[in-house]
T-cell receptor, first 113, second 110 residues
């Protein structure tokens, strides 16, 4: 089945620890995105990548890092510098170029205690 | 002014009614417009995708884009309780990031 896989679905970490969220797609899409969703805030863009080995900061990149070494994978690291890391994290991908519609994974709910 | 504005609701309508959801935007470079449906604790699901202005219909759903007014709409006909969800509009310029509205919570009352 083609799609976007985020893992794990639920993640718990202690404050001060870095944590990496996985996002893999087998849709052969060029573009990939990470969004954060908090209650009442909608989707806020953290980072996006339009091509392998390149990525750009979104609106709330502070305290996060990403890599795009392979077309299929776009992992997000939540660092200890992120002040309020507890949230629902969503990864998406799109064909890119003239096709902008994005398809989402099922999300990872991160809880930092 | 935010790039994309969307009324958060909640919007409650009786089953069978026509639902109208709307977004306004400020960036005239946007040319790709999308509507997503999101159930609680799930990833958003793409409902409609429109390029530039005009209408697009898919089953009970119709998307409209009016670029002159910077206004987009989603209509749901014969609404069902299963349509109860949060609806997100999204838009993008060519080769650029996708910007989302905050979402409208919709409740269809049986």
């Amino acid at each position: 089945d083609g799609g976007i896989t985020q893992s794990p679905k639920y993640l718990f970490r202690k404050e001060g620890q870095n944590v990496t969220l996985s996002c893999e797609q087998n849709l052969n899409h060029d573009a990939m995105y990470w969004y954060r969703q908090d209650p009442g805030q909608g989707l806020r863009l953290i980072y996006y990548s339009q091509i392998v080995n390149d990525f750009q900061k979104g609106d709330i990149a502070e305290g996060y890092s990403v890599s795009r070494e392979k077309k299929e994978s776009f992992p997000l690291t939540v660092t200890s510098a992120q002040k309020n890391p507890t949230a629902f994290y969503l990864c998406a991908s799109s064909i890119g170029r003239d096709r902008a519609e994005a398809f989402f994974g099922q999300g990872t709910r991160l809880t930092v205690v | 002014q935010k790039e994309v504005e969307q009324d958060p609701g909640p919007l409650s309508v009786p089953e069978g009614a026509i639902v109208s959801l709307n977004c306004t935007y400020s960036n005239s470079a946007f040319q790709y417009f999308m509507w997503y449906r999101q159930y609680s604790r799930k990833g958003p699901e793409l409902l409609m995708y429109t390029y530039s202005s005009g209408n697009k219909e898919d089953g009970r759903f119709t998307a409209q884009v009016d670029k002159s007014s910077k206004y987009i709409s989603l209509f749901i006909r014969d609404s069902q309780p299963s349509d109860s969800a949060t609806y997100l509009c999204a838009m993008s310029a060519r080769d650029d990031k996708i910007i989302f509205g905050k979402g409208t919570r919709l409740h269809i009352l049986p």
